[in-house]
Structures are given as C-alpha cells and as structure tokens.
C-alpha cells in the first residue's frame, strides 16, 4: 500500500483530468473493452455502476442500515478502494509505483472475503430470531396436546375435548423462551380409523413434523404405549425433540413401558406448572446461545443485503481466481469494481465515478 491513497487519488483524478474530458464515462469502457483490455464480465460490471437509476435505490438502502453495519461494510468499502487506487497508480505511473504483487493482493482480497464471511454468518444465525424455532406439537388423539398448547400460552387458545379427534387443522402460536420465538403448532391428533376430515388434518400433522424443526411429542402416560405413540416415539429418536408423558395424574402405566431413548421425558401433567417449566426448559436448551444473534453486534436484517453481499464475494472470489491463475493484476480491477457496487448498494456510497473514469481511461490510453 503507497502512503496516502485519498492523495493518490487526487493526484490521480487531476491527471487524469484532461484525458477524461475526451469522451463519456461509458465511451472508455466501451473503448477498453474493443481494444481487448478487459472482459466482457468488466465492461459491464462498469456499465452498470454508472447507470444512473442505481444512486436512488441505494441510497433508500442505506437509510435502512443499522449504524454498526453500515460502519463495518463502509470498512470493507475502504478496504477495496485501496486495492483499486493502488491497482490504477500503477498503471498511471508504471516508472514510479510497482503493480501491487498478486499474493498481496490475493492475501488482502482474502481479508475481505473472511470479513464478508462472518456478517453473512449473522444472517443465518438471524433466521432463528426473524422467524422463530418451529416446533410441532405431535402425538396420538386425546393426549394432551392442545391442552399443552393452551397451558404454556396461558390462554385458551386451542378447543380442548375429552373427545379424540377434536383438533382438525393446526394452530400455530408463538411463545417467547429466554428471548428465542418458538412458534408452537398443534396438530390433530394421529390415530388409525379416523374420518375423512380428520385424516386430512392427520396429513397436515405429518407435513407439521416434517417441516418444523423441533418435535414435541405428547402421548399418555397413563395408559399402556399405544402403537401410535410407540411408532411416532420411533420416528422422531433422530430429530431434535422433547417428549411430554402426560396425564401423570391419572397414573403411569405408558411411562414405564418407555424405552430407553425416551428415559429423560418430561413425566407429568399439562395442568402442573412444574411440567410446564421442565418443559420450556427443555425447549430453550435446544437453542444453544451460539446460534441465536447479539442484535447490538452489526448483523444482516434482510435478504436483499445479505444477496448484495454473496453478490461482493462472488466477484471478489472470481478476482482471486483471475490472480490464482498468473493474469496480469490490473485484470481484477472490474471484479473489485463489481464488489464495491455491491457493497455500496448496502451503504448507499457511490462509487467515485471520476475515479473509475481514470481507471478505464488507462485500460485503453495509459497501457
Ligand atoms: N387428567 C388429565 N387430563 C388431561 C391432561 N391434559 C389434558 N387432559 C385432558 O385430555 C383430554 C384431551 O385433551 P386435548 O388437549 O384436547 O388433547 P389433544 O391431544 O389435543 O387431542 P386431539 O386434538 O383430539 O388430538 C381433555 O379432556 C383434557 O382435559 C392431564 O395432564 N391430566
Ligand atoms: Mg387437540
């Protein structure tokens, strides 16, 4: 890195100055790209960072930034305008500034991309806050389900009867545990013989366990294992689950039949708020601290900028292939374009267009 980039920039921009009055900003690009001095890929990538209409939807972009992120993708910002004002003072002043060696550039491109790792890391580790850890609440009719439902919601939110069959549709509710969502969805209850309308709530049962991430299987306790408790206790050993033997207070004739991956169950009764407790904890053990999110660290809210991000590393990733395989440094100079258009659509700062100007503008006259 030479001494003082915002100089070289300068000293840059104003020498650069008279060649670029001779023609448009797209006019050099377009120029480079005939003459053969860079690619297809970079030409456009400098197309578009000059279009116009880009500027105003950036700039909406930024305003929906957290201050912290918008600070640490401005770093990332800096740290790729270096790379280009060091890659163009040596173009502009062969005599006097070296081209940047490839394993520097390879080895800073590097920081980058780990940088852009670990904010992308938040976005996923985000998705469990944003749209909460879905559990279903899954077991034979009649076991207690909806009225585990209600207990932990404290509301009657779910219609409970001694009669199995009661919950047709699922219902989903979310309840906070130690600041994690957990979106709760009861199902109907699955058993052999039902009626029409009750196996098709029995197949969105199914569905529910499929796609939820976390199984809460409720079967009475009371009563010898039935074959449906002893199948869905079977099917969900792999997944991560908490098993619920209710209705202790009736007795406990299924508990102790239990089989061995089932000996740390919750034993106990809907209507106790001791089991409600045992099983909340059970719960929010399942979500260790490491994946939920510190929200007063910098972190990706939205889809659109953790894609604006994939979309820096890609062209970031492509640039260090270009350098992997001996191509002349200069050559990255669109990829690392391409990067900062994509960072800058998170922040809203625009690329310095003079500068990319002078840039070009040597691709086809200084070289
Ligand atoms: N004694 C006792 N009864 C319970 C307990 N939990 C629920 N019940 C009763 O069991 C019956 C069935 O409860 P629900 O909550 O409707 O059971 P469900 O699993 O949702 O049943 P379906 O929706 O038909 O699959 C109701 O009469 C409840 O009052 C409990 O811990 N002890
Ligand atoms: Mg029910």
Redesign the pocket.
């Known amino acids: 890195m030479h001494g003082s980039p915002a100089v070289a920039r300068e000293t840059l921009v104003a020498a650069l100055a008279a060649g670029a009055r001779l023609a448009g900003p797209g006019e050099f690009t377009r120029r480079a790209f005939f003459h053969g001095k860079i690619d297809l890929a970079s030409a456009e990538a400098v197309a578009d960072l000059i279009a116009a209409e880009h500027t105003a939807a950036a700039r909406a972009a930024a305003a929906r930034l957290s201050g912290g992120l918008a600070r640490e993708v401005d770093a990332l910002h800096a740290s790729l305008d270096e790379i280009l004002e060091e890659l163009a003072a040596a173009i502009d002043f062969p005599d006097e500034v070296e081209t940047p060696p490839a394993a520097r550039l390879v080895e800073r491109i590097a920081g980058v991309r780990a940088r852009i790792a670990e904010l992308a890391a938040t976005w996923e580790r985000g998705r469990i806050v944003r749209e909460g850890v879905a559990v279903a609440i899954v077991?034979p009719?009649?076991?207690?389900?909806?009225?585990l439902l209600n207990a932990l919601l404290g509301d009657e939110r779910a219609l409970?009867?001694?009669?199995?069959?009661?919950?047709r549709d699922t219902i989903e509710e979310t309840l906070a545990l130690d600041g994690t969502p957990f979106r709760l969805i009861?199902t109907?209850?699955i058993r052999a013989h039902a009626d029409r309308l009750e196996a098709a709530g029995i197949e969105r049962s199914e569905r529910a366990l499929d796609q939820a991430r976390v199984a809460l299987v409720?079967v009475d306790a009371s009563t010898p294992i039935s074959r449906e408790a002893r199948d869905l206790l079977a099917r969900t050993r792999e997944r991560e689950r908490v098993v619920l033997f209710?209705?202790s207070?009736?007795g406990r004739a299924g508990y102790d039949q239990r089989e061995a991956p089932e000996r740390g169950a919750v034993f106990g009764?809907?209507?106790h708020g001791t089991t409600l407790n045992e099983v909340r904890a059970a719960l929010s053990s399942l979500v260790v601290t490491g994946e939920t999110i510190d929200l007063s660290r910098p972190h990706l809210g939205t889809a659109r900028q953790a894609d604006a991000l994939l979309e820096a590393d890609r062209a970031l990733a492509y640039a260090q292939e270009t350098l992997a395989i001996g191509d002349p440094a200069d050559l990255i100079s669109g990829d690392v374009l391409r990067a900062v258009r994509a960072l800058g659509e998170l922040t809203g700062r625009e690329a310095d267009e003079r500068l990319l100007d002078a840039i070009f503008a040597r691709f086809c006259i200084g070289k």
């Open positions: 077991g009719a009649n076991a207690g389900k909806s009225s409970v009867s001694e009669l199995p069959g009661t919950t009861d109907a209850g409720v209710n209705k207070d009736l009764s809907t209507g």
